[in-house]
Structures are given as C-alpha cells and as structure tokens.
C-alpha cells in the first residue's frame, strides 16, 4: 500500500502564499503521473494541477491558471504545489495523488493512491 503524505496547509491570509508538499517514502514516483485536488465543504472534490511523469508537462484548473505552480523532485518521490495570491475560495483540503503512468489527468477517478490531505483556510 502507497502511503502518501500531504503537508504545508495552514491558514492565511487572502493574496498570501503557501506551498504543499506530497510525500511517499518509499514509493517511486518517477514512473507515475501526479496530481493535487482539493474538496471545499459541501462539494465535490476537484482538480487542482497534475504533472505528468514523462515530460513533466503540467496542467492546471483555470480557477487556479497563473497562480498555482506544480512540480515534482523524483530523487526525493516528492511533489510540490506552489499557492501564490490565494483567494478565500481557495479553502478546502488538499490532496495529493498518483498513478503509474505517463500522462496525467484532472480526474478524481483516475488515480490509485492518495494521501491524507492538508487543510487550507484561506481568510478574508
């Protein structure tokens, strides 16, 4: 079993930074597309970004286009989702996930592992 380990959430302010962190000791994550969803109260859980394992291309949720950044270190099995100009609408738990394979997708469906997720308020 895969265990993932998402860290880094907090609370801050609305226009502050923060920056998560996906760990999975143990587990290659050279070989496997990652990717970060996030679930709000009340509602559906949602794409955020992936990246993909081959060329490293990533994608975003136009919600969050311009102001969040995924990358991934494969020396460390680690992932990392950069938040910049946060928005209250940003709130919700966040979670890292992963599939073995190239291509990534915003499909809660699509993966096979996930993390425990971290929680991000975001104030007005």
């Known amino acids: 079993e895969v265990q993932l380990q998402a860290s880094g959430g907090g609370l801050v302010q609305a226009g502050g930074s923060l920056r998560l962190s996906c760990a999975a000791p143990?587990?290659?994550?050279?070989?496997?597309?990652i990717g970060w969803f996030r679930q709000a109260p009340g509602k559906e859980r949602e794409g955020v970004s992936c990246i993909n394992n081959n060329d490293g291309s990533t994608h975003y949720a136009e919600s969050v286009k311009g102001r969040f950044t995924i990358s991934r270190d494969n020396t460390k099995s680690a992932a990392y989702l950069q938040m910049s100009s946060l928005e209250p609408e940003d709130t919700g738990v966040y979670f890292c996930?992963?599939?073995?394979?190239?291509?990534?997708?915003?499909?809660?469906?699509?993966?096979?592992?996930w993390g425990q997720g971290t929680q991000v308020t975001v104030s007005s």
């Open positions: 143990g587990f290659e994550f050279r070989d496997s597309a």
């Open positions: 996930a992963v599939k073995y394979g190239a291509t990534c997708y915003l499909a809660r469906g699509f993966y096979d592992h």
